[in-house]
């Protein structure tokens, strides 16, 4: 079958640093989606891995292993406003995205 | 501005009753999405459209049908609610298979 794993939840201190998990187990490959989502609103698009390795974009990097089926979502400086799910997301080999349940950020003061 | 528009934002049914949840985008995107949330679980696919003309059925496809006459339109019917339907509906839309999907702000649904 088809599996997306993520913690269901994380804390954090306002300013450090966060690394979010996400294994999966799909038919086919065609890339990793990262999003985040806030309480009561849609999901926003944050990255996208498709070949192995290290993507940074701003306070945001995400991290790609194909052949570990892993990846990882990384937060720097953390701000009040990363209080948030975020959402792992793997295309299949009929390029639908199956879904993660999610990984709920909170973040401390 | 440019993007994808979903109505209603919110509506309370009764079972058995007929529903469509309207969904339209405004970026000439080849592919639309619905998808279902519920907590603790991830974005269920219900149906999909890789084109104009064309549908296919997602992870979750049945008590629900769709259309897609054009590019821009991709409505989602509930031909008889059940409660187990209650839930938040979000249509999203990429320019084909390989591309980041956009979301509409999703229809929360109450079947009583």
């Known amino acids: 079958g088809q599996n997306i794993d993520q913690p269901t939840e994380m804390t954090a201190t306002e300013g450090a640093i966060v690394q979010i998990n996400c294994t999966y187990q799909?038919?086919?490959?065609?890339?990793l989606f990262w999003y985040q989502q806030h309480a009561g609103e849609a999901p926003t698009f944050l990255s996208y891995?498709?070949l192995d390795g290290l993507e940074e974009k701003g306070r945001f990097s995400s991290f790609l292993s194909r052949s570990k089926g892993y990846s990882y979502l990384l937060l720097k400086e953390l701000q009040m406003k990363d209080s948030a799910s975020y959402l792992c997301?793997?295309?299949?080999?009929?390029?639908?995205?199956?879904w993660g349940a999610g990984t709920k950020l909170i973040i401390k003061p | 501005i440019a993007g994808i528009t979903q109505a209603p934002t919110s509506q309370i049914l009764a079972a058995g009753r007929r529903m469509t949840l309207r969904c339209t985008q405004d970026?000439?995107?080849?592919?639309m999405y619905w998808y279902r949330q519920d907590l603790g679980l991830g974005l269920r696919l219900i149906h999909y459209?890789?084109?104009?003309?064309?549908?296919g059925k997602g992870e979750v496809p049945d008590g629900y049908s769709v259309s897609r006459a054009n590019t821009d339109d991709f409505p989602l019917t509930l031909a008889s609610a059940v409660p187990s339907q209650t839930s938040v509906y979000f249509c999203?839309?990429?320019?084909?298979?390989?591309?980041?999907?956009?979301f509409g702000d999703g229809t929360r649904l109450s079947i009583l």
């Open positions: 999203a839309s990429a320019e084909d298979g390989h591309q980041p999907q956009h």
């Open positions: 970026m000439r995107h080849n592919a």
């Open positions: 459209s890789n084109t104009a003309g064309t549908t």
């Open positions: 799909t038919s086919g490959f065609n890339g």
């Open positions: 891995n498709v």
């Open positions: 997301a793997v295309g299949d080999s009929n390029y639908q995205l199956i």
